[in-house]
């Protein structure tokens, strides 16, 4: 069974940083793309960036550029987003997906962003 | 970036009456490898995301029968062939062929 267990979320001031971290499970991690993807409050999905097998080749939506970093870890089965320069506007439920067609979600984890 | 445009936003459906979703792409989301990265999710209540939906008609596991989506180039379909209860939530389709992925704004699925 796919199992991905997203932590590091919180509270965290405008400017701020958090690190989030994906734990996945029961399938291939190191063949598998990754995607992270975000949903504030009451709104819809937003694609936030995905890397490659081997994370050689990422990519992001314009509004991270800069900001936030994806990569992994295969011997630790382990996805992660730096967040730098956190927003408001970055506050959201923050999921890790399999794929770049995201065939499998974790659970979430909250991120606010908020003085 | 390629936009994605659903509708309707809102879908009131009758209990075993069949419901139709729309999606359509600002470019045609055919890869060079001539397959297309549309896929279709369901988010229930308080619930993380699934995928119903890839490769515009393919059902991933345990998803039922009723479920069923179709389309090429730019204009897709979900299709849902009597709504249950158990179908209430938003639907929203993504396309992965070109670059950063991108979500339609979801339609909301709910019970007359």
């Known amino acids: 069974e796919v199992q991905l267990v997203d932590s590091g979320g919180g509270l965290v001031q405008p400017g701020g940083s958090l690190r989030l971290s994906c734990v996945a499970s029961?399938?291939?991690?190191?063949?598998?793309?990754m995607t992270w993807v975000r949903q504030a409050p009451g709104k819809g999905l937003e694609w936030v960036a995905n890397?490659?097998?081997?994370?050689?080749?990422?990519h992001y939506v314009d509004s991270v550029k800069g900001r936030f970093t994806i990569s992994r870890d295969n011997a630790k089965n382990s996805l992660y987003l730096q967040m730098n320069s956190l927003r408001a506007e970055d506050t959201a439920m923050y999921y890790c997906?399999?794929?770049?067609?995201?065939?499998?979600w974790g659970q979430g984890i909250l991120v606010t962003v908020s003085s | 970036d390629v936009v994605m445009t659903q509708s309707p936003l809102s879908l009131p459906v009758t209990l075993g009456q069949p419901a139709s979703i729309s999606c359509r792409s600002s470019?045609?989301?055919?890869?060079?490898?001539?397959?297309?990265?549309l896929n279709w999710f369901q988010q229930r209540p308080g619930q993380s995301p699934r995928r119903l939906i890839y490769?515009?008609?393919n059902r991933d596991s345990g998803v039922p029968d009723r479920f069923s989506g179709s389309g090429s180039g730019t204009d897709f379909t979900l299709e849902i062939s009597r709504v249950e209860a158990e179908d209430v939530g938003i639907y929203y389709c993504?396309?992965?062929?070109?670059?950063?992925?991108?979500f339609g704004g979801g339609t909301k699925v709910e019970i007359k």
């Open positions: 997906a399999v794929g770049r067609g995201a065939a499998h």
């Open positions: 029961g399938f291939s991690f190191s063949t598998s793309w």
């Open positions: 890397t490659n097998q081997d994370g050689s080749e990422k």
């Open positions: 470019q045609s989301l055919v890869y060079s490898d001539g397959k297309t990265y």
């Open positions: 490769k515009v008609s």
């Open positions: 993504m396309q992965a062929t070109h670059g950063p992925g991108t």
